[in-house]
């Protein structure tokens, strides 16, 4: 499985219009067919640059459907964000890959 991650920093005055965009955006983003899980988290290191940064994490179903999403919908999906916040962001992506997931078992 890959992680399909996008980092975002976003300026302050932008920040409360860019979180309600978010939590709309990644239903969509879901609705593509392309990924099983999202997880929004924000990164608790502060930047040099200000702004507060979040972390969206998209588990794909495989490779294909990775490349199905970048060949079909990426392209899309990114420029709505451009248009709203534009020069108010910074974003970056990564895709990771899961090597092993444990899981602590209290009984």
């Known amino acids: 499985m890959i992680i ?3 980092t975002v920093n976003i300026e302050e005055s932008i920040h409360d219009e860019w ?3 978010i939590k709309e955006h990644i239903p969509q983003v879901l609705g593509t067919g392309k990924f099983e899980k ?3 988290t924000r990164v608790l290191v502060e930047e040099d640059m200000g702004g ?3 972390s969206i994490q998209y588990r794909s179903y495989s490779r294909e459907a990775l490349d199905a ?3 079909e919908d990426a392209e899309k999906m990114q420029r709505e964000g451009l248009k709203k916040f534009a020069d108010k ?4 992506r990564t895709e990771l890959q899961i ?5 602590v078992n209290f009984k």
């Open 4 to 6: 399909y991650n996008v």
């Open 52 to 54: 507060v940064t979040y």
């Open 99 to 103: 090597i092993d997931e444990y899981t």
């Open 89 to 92: 962001m910074l974003a970056f």
């Open 38 to 40: 999202a997880t929004l």
């Open 69 to 71: 999403y970048y060949k």
């Open 19 to 21: 979180l309600i965009w």
